[in-house]
């Protein structure tokens, strides 16, 4: 069956001043095309980046179903929890400025929110960043980060020389593990368990943050997955001993973000691309890596590879008949594919905005232009939303 391309508003004009100037606008918006013949029936859930707080769920024809507005920007994303809460992490009010980029990727506020918009419960760390993983129990996994030594500091190679915060710190990650009620129940910190030869910073990269985790995940077996963009690469954490005890590596991941445990025991990863070892066209995909061989079992690139492709952020979600969710972050787009790598779904956040207003001065001349862009979106099933009417 064709994948039939389902034509969105688009404000292009045929010709002078009245030609839309956005390139993602003129390529078109909302929905792009449905295969309901391959497509998961559910409902797709994502928070627009540069907004004052907006989170929306809408179906497989891009009709809205039920939106949050919340009074946080969004620190990254959102999901469903299976009591039917929506987990949000908001950007902490009160965060200290430590460095321009800090403003795009930091979190802080950890809810619960249920469908009508009231807030469950909540904990606050204004030093926590890009991932906050809400367990169905309560608790909550997530990266946060602390100011390492001077000495600390210095042995951590790479980067781009004197590139440390404005006040001349370098920042080290560090993930935690609280209850519902925030007591600490575990802590890592990536400074005393990583060997900074093993994970250095990739020349480009500032010295003010190392090594930049975009995203954590508990395992079925207790141990910690995580991914580390700035110096490419994923690893799993002994809960027990802290120590690393698997490393994928920046031969086979490019500043990858949202790896994930499968059914399987497989790690599904978002690969963006940026920097690959060996090949000078950038372009994203995705990958399922068998963590016993290391070899990548699965993968979805688009079939022009150029075309598919984010430099930053970017999610991968394996859905429960066997296709793949994915979000090109930066560009906005949301797209579902098959096992065979067909595509069923694609969706474009209609929803533009810059940082005027967020509270984010440091970054606004950063990204000057209005953006529709996404951290990663999630798909749920009719079943999983009983609540939704």
């Given at each position: 069956?064709?994948?039939?391309?389902?034509?969105?508003?688009?404000?292009?004009?045929?010709?002078?001043?009245?030609?839309?100037?956005?390139?993602?606008?003129?390529?078109?918006?909302?929905?792009?095309?449905?295969?309901?013949?391959?497509?998961?029936?559910?409902?797709?859930?994502?928070?627009?980046?540069?907004?004052?707080?907006?989170?929306?769920?809408?179906?497989?024809?891009?009709?809205?179903?039920?939106?949050?507005?919340?009074?946080?920007?969004?620190?990254?994303?959102?999901?469903?929890?299976?009591?039917?809460?929506?987990?949000?992490?908001?950007?902490?009010?009160?965060?200290?400025?430590?460095?321009?980029?800090?403003?795009?990727?930091?979190?802080?506020?950890?809810?619960?929110?249920?469908?009508?918009?009231?807030?469950?419960?909540?904990?606050?760390?204004?030093?926590?960043?890009?991932?906050?993983?809400?367990?169905?129990?309560?608790?909550?996994?997530?990266t946060t980060l602390e100011v390492m030594t001077p000495s600390q500091a210095a042995t951590i190679p790479g980067g781009i020389p004197d590139s440390e915060a404005p006040d001349g710190q370098a920042y080290g990650d560090c993930i935690k593990?609280?209850?519902?009620?925030?007591?600490?129940?575990?802590?890592?910190?990536?400074?005393?368990?990583?060997?900074?030869?093993?994970?250095?910073?990739?020349?480009?990269?500032?010295?003010?943050?190392?090594?930049?985790?975009?995203?954590?995940?508990?395992?079925?077996?207790?141990?910690?997955l995580a991914s580390l963009r700035s110096v490419s690469a994923v690893i799993i954490i002994s809960r027990e001993t802290g120590d690393v005890m698997w490393h994928l590596d920046s031969t086979v991941v490019a500043q990858q973000h949202c790896?994930?445990?499968?059914?399987?025991?497989?790690?599904?990863?978002?690969?963006?691309?940026?920097?690959?070892?060996?090949?000078?066209?950038?372009?994203?995909?995705?990958?399922?890596?068998?963590?016993?061989?290391?070899?990548?079992?699965?993968?979805?690139?688009?079939?022009?590879?150029?075309?598919f492709f984010t430099p930053f952020m970017g999610g991968a979600q394996r859905l429960t008949n066997g296709n793949t969710l994915i979000t090109e972050a930066a560009f906005g787009r949301i797209f579902e594919v098959t096992k065979e790598g067909?595509?069923?779904?694609?969706?474009?956040?209609?929803?533009?905005?810059?940082?005027?207003?967020?509270?984010?001065?440091?970054?606004?001349?950063?990204?000057?232009?209005?953006?529709?862009?996404?951290?990663?979106?999630?798909?749920?099933?009719?079943?999983?939303?009983?609540?939704?009417?």
């Open positions: 069956m064709q994948f039939p391309i389902t034509k969105a508003p688009c404000h292009a004009k045929p010709s002078g001043s009245e030609m839309e100037q956005s390139t993602l606008a003129r390529r078109g918006l909302g929905l792009r095309g449905v295969d309901y013949a391959s497509v998961l029936p559910g409902y797709t859930l994502f928070a627009h980046f540069t907004s004052p707080g907006t989170v929306l769920l809408i179906d497989n024809d891009g009709i809205e179903a039920h939106r949050w507005d919340l009074p946080y920007r969004p620190g990254r994303h959102a999901r469903i929890l299976a009591n039917g809460n929506l987990a949000y992490n908001g950007v902490h009010p009160d965060s200290p400025r430590l460095f321009p980029l800090w403003q795009k990727y930091r979190g802080g506020i950890m809810q619960q929110i249920d469908p009508a918009g009231t807030v469950i419960s909540e904990h606050r760390d204004p030093m926590a960043h890009h991932d906050q993983h809400h367990l169905d129990n309560g608790d909550i996994l997530y593990h609280v209850d519902d009620s925030g007591r600490l129940l575990w802590s890592w910190k990536a400074i005393d368990h990583l060997d900074p030869k093993l994970f250095p910073l990739q020349p480009h990269y500032a010295r003010e943050h190392w090594p930049l985790i975009n995203s954590v995940y508990p395992l079925k077996d207790g141990n910690i790896a994930s445990e499968l059914e399987d025991g497989s790690i599904l990863i978002f690969d963006n691309g940026t920097f690959r070892h060996g090949e000078s066209a950038t372009y994203s995909r995705v990958i399922q890596v068998d963590r016993a061989t290391k070899n990548i079992v699965w993968e979805y690139r688009d079939p022009h590879p150029m075309t067909k595509m069923c779904w694609e969706y474009i956040n209609p929803l533009f905005a810059d940082y005027k207003g967020l509270d984010a001065k440091e970054i606004e001349t950063y990204f000057d232009y209005p953006a529709n862009a996404l951290f990663r979106a999630y798909k749920y099933t009719p079943e999983e939303l009983p609540w939704l009417k």
